[in-house]
T-cell receptor, first 111, second 119 residues
Framework: DAKTTQPNSMESNEEEPVHLPCNHS???????IHWYRQLPSQGPEYVIH???SNVNNRMASLAIAEDRKSSTLILHRATLRDAAVYYC????????????FGKGTLLTVNP | SAVISQKPSRDICQRGTSLTIQCQVD?????MFWYRQQPGQSLTLIAT?????????ESGFVIDKFPISRPNLTFSTLTVSNMSPEDSSIYLC????????????????FGPGTRLLVL
């Protein structure tokens, strides 16, 4: 899987939007962009994924740059429960389901 | 979606002993994985647990140290053998469910993890 770069940490206030960036300049045409998060003392959970177009679900939105070399996970209204480590992962459409986790971004949400 | 349970949830073990971790899924799945998360670190894939055949290990992990069983499509075990304090980690199993019919879109679901402390 191709490499991603994320800030080590970010901070937000409760009920404000959060934009979590991810750079993936070596992304290939078949790589899907996946986001997972890991809440304290839990296993990771799926957040969202996309290929080229922006995506929305009940948890978040994913904005993908036109050249696909970067993406942004958007939490529209952060809650205390959103405090977690967020991982941006590239999944090769031709590989065998493996996920390669980087260091991720530790999001702190202030009340 | 998939619901995954792991046993034990945590354990404290003496060096030189072995611990077997169980992973149970609420539905039949093809792809099942075992990860390790060392203190303060990200997740590292140990192996892919294959049903009916030997597990596929990642670089740096060997079968003698981490034997894996996969007797059916809902269950797997990971054994941490001849433990040392360096094996103190969280061990997680996960499963991949296909999405949209195209490779790359599948979602992985993770168990809650087994917290292992080796003294």
């Amino acid at each position: 899987d191709a490499k991603t770069t994320q800030p080590n940490s970010m901070e937000s206030n409760e009920e404000e939007p959060v934009h979590l960036p991810c750079n993936h300049s070596t992304i290939s045409g078949t790589d899907y962009i996946h986001w997972y998060r890991q809440l304290p003392s839990q296993g990771p959970e799926y957040v969202i994924h996309g290929l080229t177009s922006n995506v929305n679900n009940r948890m978040a939105s994913l904005a993908i740059a036109e050249d696909r070399k970067s993406s942004t996970l958007i939490l529209h209204r952060a809650t205390l429960r959103d405090a977690a480590v967020y991982y941006c992962i590239l999944r090769d459409g031709g590989s065998n389901y493996k996920l390669t986790f980087g260091k991720g971004t530790l999001l702190t949400v202030n009340p | 979606s998939a619901v995954i349970s792991q046993k034990p949830s945590r354990d404290i073990c003496q060096r030189g002993t072995s611990l077997t971790i169980q992973c149970q899924v609420d539905s039949q799945v093809t792809m099942m994985f075992w990860y390790r998360q060392q203190p303060g670190q990200s997740l590292t894939l140990i192996a892919t647990a294959n049903q009916g055949s030997e597990a596929t290990y990642e670089s740096g992990f060997v079968i003698d140290k981490f034997p894996i069983s996969r007797p059916n499509l809902t269950f797997s075990t990971l054994t941490v053998s001849n433990m040392s304090p360096e094996d103190s980690s969280i061990y997680l199993c996960s499963v991949a469910l296909a999405g949209g019919g195209r490779m790359g879109q599948e979602t992985q679901y993770f168990g809650p993890g087994t917290r292992l402390l080796v003294l």
